[in-house]
Every structure is written in structure tokens, then in C-alpha cells.
């Protein structure tokens, strides 16, 4: 099967999220079954020289975005038997960050058209176009609106998969000509019409042949008025065609036994090593050196949806407990300051770095007997996945991807992988916390957790054998979706 991701960003060449990922990890499983699966990203300015020097230029052509036409330049890549192309245009592109700009509607008008365009150019129609997120999301509309009359693009049939329904690619009802050169009864027909403006994803909910979530919870969750954004309506009426799907990890890159960023490499057969990762990382952050003390972190972006309403409620309990914390990541100024401000009250227990730093994270991960997780919400979730891997054991609320992925520890059975609580309340998350540090006294009861939770197949293999089939049953069908 021939099978093209397009995404807004990929791992290694340009990051912000979970999906950048994904869309590094998934397309090297699928193309272990057999599948020729390429990945066509945005070539941006925050791309590594290192990478930029090895692509190699293919096609240029124009894309019309509007009443302009535009240059789009494609270069190709081939990195770890996958092939990239890149879509190269540096007024849209070479900015020093990915997203937040005022022209976003039109960057990505200009990249979705760029992509259907890129088709033709290269002569490389695949089965399935896989779109990934709002960046992607005129995609499948447009192809099902406009491209299927031309030669090569009518058999091609769509997936799109929503990996955070909260970012929808929301714009003014003016793009549509002015940014999509479409007829206005895409808009008045409410296939992209959205409480007065337009909506990239709910184009993509409408037209695309199959929708998948990245887990079972998250496609039920998205589905009620509670988690559906305004869009569960939507979904609802698509649920024959949506899918739940758990992501994976990419079990190379986080791999204890062969970390080359961590202290010691480690396994569930050598816990000992993993002690001289805590007690490295102690010394490094300033922390007190003691393999008792439990240390918990959170490597996470500092929002509400990660749950950091609930840290700041009860931060003062945790820290009167026999614990040390540590927290890495960026997000609203106003969790960053309360937690440096935190960090000064408690210096002796507390460590706060609003950065992100992938080599620190490796380091974080290793050193952790601990990993807080307590989102409002969470459609997958990777980081319980590595911490899991690393045998620092979850403690998170049962929503999306962290419901389908944590077992919550049973001590009349002995089975369980790590500690959860259902509803978004601060206590509720202090008295998992604290039975959790109830059960780490007891070495050998915390023993079996950590091996449960290591032992564990986190890898990419269940996941790309699932969306395997599900492009095999799309490519059998006679019809694609009609909207």
C-alpha cells in the first residue's frame, strides 16, 4: 500500500507535541509490514542544517492560496527508510517558531493546497492520505471537493486523525475565498461553517473517509458536550466511521537498557543502576542525595488541560510530604511564576525548570520513582508511556489515553502498573499521591509495580498493525465517503 502522512511537524526535524512523535515513530512501523509510506511536512526555518544539507530538491511549482500564487519549492529526504518531502516556501515558513502567527490560516491554506498539488507534480498518488490535526484539516475536504474530478486523485482514499480536538484551525468566513478559493456553499451548507467562522478540522470530520482518536477513551470522551469542543455533534453522527486508536512509543529512542542521554543504563533486572540516575540527578538539581526519598516529576507543558489547576491547589500538602519534586516544561505565565515562586519557598524539596530539554527529560525520566500526570483531559498522552519504560511509575487522572494505558494498583491482587484517580479534584490527586508513597515503603510491593510497569509492550507494533488494516479495508471499497 502507498500511504502519505501529512503533518505539521515530525520528529526529528521540527517539534511542539505529541504529534511530532507520532508521525516520527508510526510511519517506520508500517513500513516494517510492508506498506511504502512517506511523510510530506512544512520545510521550516528551525529545521537542523544537518537535515536541510542532505534534502535535495525535486519540483517547484505555484500554488494558488486565494487570488495568489505562490512559490512551493518540494525536497525529498530520506532518513531511517523513510522518504520526507518538504514543502519549502520562506515567506510562510522560515520563522523562528512552528505555530502563533497572525497568518496562520494562510500558511497552512498554502500548505494543504500544497500538498494535493504535490501529487500530480511527482506523479506519486497514494491509497491512503493519512492527515494528521487542524494544519491538515482542508486536506480531505478539498480532495473530495475539487481534486477527485482530476486524473490520479480518485481513488485516494482519506483518514484524519484528531490528536488534540481542543485546536481546531478556527479562522474568519472571508478565507474562503479570500484564503481557500472555494465556493461559498461549503460555508453555507455548514460543511466548514463554525458558529460564523471557519473551521480547518470540522472540513476534515466531514469529508474524510475514516477519523481516528488516539485512544478508545478519547473517541468516546469527544463525542459528549463535555469533550467535544463544540464538535461532538459532528462526530456523533461519524461514529460508524471513527476509531479509537492508542499511540505508541518509539522503543529505540526511549530505551533505559540503551539511553545514551541517561547517568547508567538500566532494566527491571537491574534496579540498582537505576538508582545512580536519582541519585546523579539529585546531585545535579541540588536535591538531597537519599535513595529512600521518593522523587516525583513532571515533564509536562504547564496548563490547565495538564492539570496544573490541581498542583497549584495542593503543592503545599505534597511538599510536607517525604517527597522531592522536580518539574520541567514551559507553558502559561502564570503556572511558570507560581512554580519558581514555589521553588523559592521550598528549595530543599521543590526544583522547577521552564525549559524543555529532551537530554534533561531522558535524565528525568530515569531518575523518577514518580511521574505526575493529572490532566483535565489527555487524548493519548506519551509521556506515562516513557515514564512507564523507565520504571517511574504514573500517577494520573482516568481520562483519554491515560485510562487506556495506566492500570490503577491493586494490592489485594498485586496487579497494576500505577496509581490513577477519576475525577478532576485536587484532594482526590493528594490521596493517590500519598497511597502511592505509602506503597514505595514497601521495597518489594514497589518492586513488583516497577517490573509490571517495564515489562510492558509500549512499542508502535499493536498500533501500526491496527491502522494497517484499517487502509487495507479502506483500499477494498468501492466507494469513498460521501458528504
Same mark, same amino acid.
Given at each position: 500500500m502507498k500511504v502519505l502522512f501529512a503533518v505539521s511537524e515530525c520528529q526529528p526535524f521540527a517539534k511542539s507535541g505529541g504529534l511530532a512523535d507520532v508521525a516520527g515513530s508510526l510511519p517506520k512501523e508500517l513500513n516494517k509490514l510492508? /506498506?511504502?509510506?512517506?511523510?510530506?511536512?512544512? %520545510?521550516?526555518?528551525?529545521?537542523?542544517?544537518?537535515? %536541510? =544539507?542532505?534534502?535535495?530538491?525535486? $519540483?517547484? !511549482?505555484?500554488?494558488?492560496?486565494?487570488? *495568489?500564487?505562490?512559490?512551493?519549492?518540494?525536497?525529498?529526504? /530520506?532518513?531511517?527508510?523513510?522518504?520526507?518531502? !518538504?514543502?519549502?516556501?520562506?515567506?510562510?515558513?522560515?520563522?523562528? #517558531?512552528?505555530?502563533?502567527?497572525?497568518? @496562520?490560516?494562510? *500558511?497552512?491554506? !498554502?500548505?494543504?493546497?500544497?500538498?494535493?498539488?504535490?501529487?500530480a507534480m511527482l506523479e506519486f498518488f497514494p491509497d491512503v492520505l493519512h492527515c494528521h490535526d487542524w494544519h491538515t484539516g482542508m486536506i480531505p475536504y478539498l480532495l473530495r471537493s475539487e481534486y477527485y474530478k482530476r486524473k490520479?486523485?480518485?481513488? &485516494?482514499?482519506?483518514?484524519?486523525?484528531?490528536?488534540?480536538?481542543?485546536? #481546531?484551525?478556527?479562522? +474568519?468566513?472571508?478565507?474562503?475565498?479570500?484564503?481557500?478559493?472555494?465556493?461559498?456553499?461549503?460555508?453555507?451548507?455548514?460543511?466548514?461553517?463554525?458558529?460564523?467562522?471557519?473551521?480547518?478540522? %470540522?472540513?476534515?470530520?466531514?469529508?474524510?473517509? *475514516?477519523?481516528?482518536?488516539? /485512544? +478508545?477513551?478519547?473517541? $468516546?470522551?469527544?463525542?459528549?458536550?463535555?469533550?467535544?469542543?463544540?464538535?461532538?455533534?459532528?462526530?456523533?453522527? *461519524?461514529?460508524?466511521?471513527?476509531?479509537?486508536? &492508542?499511540?505508541?512509543? @518509539?522503543?529505540?529512542?526511549?530505551?533505559? #537498557? =540503551?539511553?545514551?542521554? &541517561?547517568?547508567?543504563?538500566? /532494566?527491571?533486572?537491574?534496579?540498582?543502576?537505576?538508582?545512580?540516575?536519582?541519585?546523579?540527578?539529585q546531585k545535579y538539581t541540588g536535591l538531597k542525595t537519599s535513595s529512600n526519598v521518593p522523587l516525583m516529576v513532571m515533564i509536562s507543558r504547564l496548563t490547565r488541560q495538564k492539570g496544573l489547576d490541581l498542583v497549584r491547589c495542593v503543592l503545599r500538602e505534597i511538599l510536607q510530604e517525604d517527597i522531592q519534586l522536580i518539574v520541567l516544561g514551559t507553558g502559561d505565565h502564570e503556572y511558570e511564576d507560581y512554580l519558581r515562586q514555589a521553588a523559592r519557598i521550598y528549595p530543599e524539596k521543590l526544583k522547577v525548570y521552564t525549559e524543555f530539554d529532551e537530554e534533561f527529560a531522558h535524565k528525568l525520566y530515569a531518575a523518577a520513582d514518580l511521574f505526575l500526570m493529572p490532566s483535565l483531559f489527555e487524548p493519548c498522552g506519551l509521556g506515562q508511556l516513557i515514564a512507564m519504560r523507565y520504571g517511574a511509575i504514573p500517577i494520573v487522572r482516568e481520562t483519554g489515553g491515560l485510562n487506556d494505558t495506566v492500570n490503577a494498583f491493586n494490592e489485594f491482587t498485586g496487579e497494576g502498573n500505577g496509581f490513577s484517580f477519576r475525577y478532576f479534584n485536587a484532594h482526590d490527586m493528594l490521596y493517590t499521591i500519598r497511597r502511592a508513597l505509602q506503597f514505595y515503603q514497601d521495597k518489594q510491593v514497589w518492586e513488583s509495580i516497577v517490573k509490571q510497569a517495564m515489562e510492558k509492550d509500549y512499542s508502535w507494533t499493536q498500533s501500526a498493525f491496527s491502522y494497517n488494516q484499517l487502509y487495507a479495508e479502506l483500499i477494498s471499497r468501492s466507494e469513498t465517503h460521501v458528504f
Open positions: 510492508g /506498506s511504502d509510506v512517506r511523510v510530506i511536512l512544512p %520545510k521550516y526555518g528551525t529545521i537542523a542544517d544537518k537535515f %536541510k =544539507n542532505q534534502m535535495m530538491k525535486v $519540483k517547484n !511549482f505555484t500554488v494558488s492560496v486565494g487570488w *495568489r500564487n505562490q512559490y512551493c519549492g518540494i525536497e525529498e529526504l /530520506s532518513y531511517k527508510g523513510v522518504t520526507y518531502y !518538504f514543502v519549502d516556501n520562506e515567506y510562510y515558513f522560515n520563522r523562528e #517558531q512552528l505555530y502563533g502567527f497572525f497568518d @496562520d490560516g494562510e *500558511r497552512f491554506a !498554502f500548505f494543504n493546497r500544497a500538498v494535493l498539488e504535490m501529487m490520479g486523485y480518485g481513488s &485516494i482514499r482519506t483518514v484524519f486523525t484528531i490528536h488534540n480536538l481542543q485546536f #481546531q484551525g478556527i479562522f +474568519p468566513k472571508d478565507i474562503i475565498k479570500d484564503l481557500l478559493g472555494i465556493d461559498w456553499k461549503a460555508y453555507n451548507q455548514g460543511h466548514l461553517e463554525f458558529f460564523g467562522n471557519v473551521n480547518f478540522m %470540522k472540513g476534515a470530520l466531514v469529508a474524510a473517509d *475514516r477519523i481516528t482518536t488516539v /485512544s +478508545p477513551t478519547y473517541k $468516546k470522551e469527544i463525542q459528549t458536550e463535555e469533550y467535544g469542543e463544540k464538535l461532538d455533534g459532528v462526530l456523533r453522527e *461519524r461514529n460508524e466511521n471513527l476509531i479509537g486508536i &492508542i499511540n505508541g512509543i @518509539d522503543e529505540d529512542f526511549y530505551n533505559p #537498557q =540503551n539511553d545514551p542521554f &541517561i547517568y547508567k543504563t538500566f /532494566s527491571f533486572r537491574s534496579p540498582g543502576n537505576k538508582l545512580v540516575n536519582k541519585r546523579e540527578i
